[in-house]
């Protein structure tokens, strides 16, 4: 009975440690916005590849909190400008 408790008393601690364990970092955060952003803009191969080194390094408008924004985030085609 003793060891039961022991066990429960455990499994509780645990159960109420994993929500801070699991709590979204800056990093986590950064992440879940640029691959909102990538899938937004249908992004694939080399062009979402670069467009994730960009947003994740901080240097896209994507990771700029929301109520920041004051106009949509440019995509990469925007960036590039033609060669005269």
């Keep these: ?3 039961f ?10 159960a109420l440690a994993a929500p801070a364990i699991a709590a979204d970092n ?3 955060q950064r ?3 640029c691959n909102a952003s990538a899938k ?7 062009e979402r590849k670069a467009f994730m080194k960009t947003c994740l390094s901080g240097k896209h408008s994507a990771t700029i909190p929301a ?3 004051g106009k949509p985030p440019a995509t ?6 033609p060669k005269s």
């Excluded at 066990?7 to 645990?14: C, F, Q, Y």
């Excluded at 990469?76 to 400008?81: E, F, I, N, R, T």
């Design 26 to 28: 800056p990093q986590h």
């Design 5 to 14: 408790i022991h066990t429960l008393a455990a499994a509780s601690l645990i």
């Design 40 to 46: 937004e803009k249908v992004l694939k191969g080399d």
């Design 76 to 81: 990469l085609a925007d960036k590039k400008s």
């Design 1 to 3: 009975m003793r060891q």
């Design 67 to 69: 109520a920041a924004k």
């Design 31 to 33: 992440m879940r916005d």
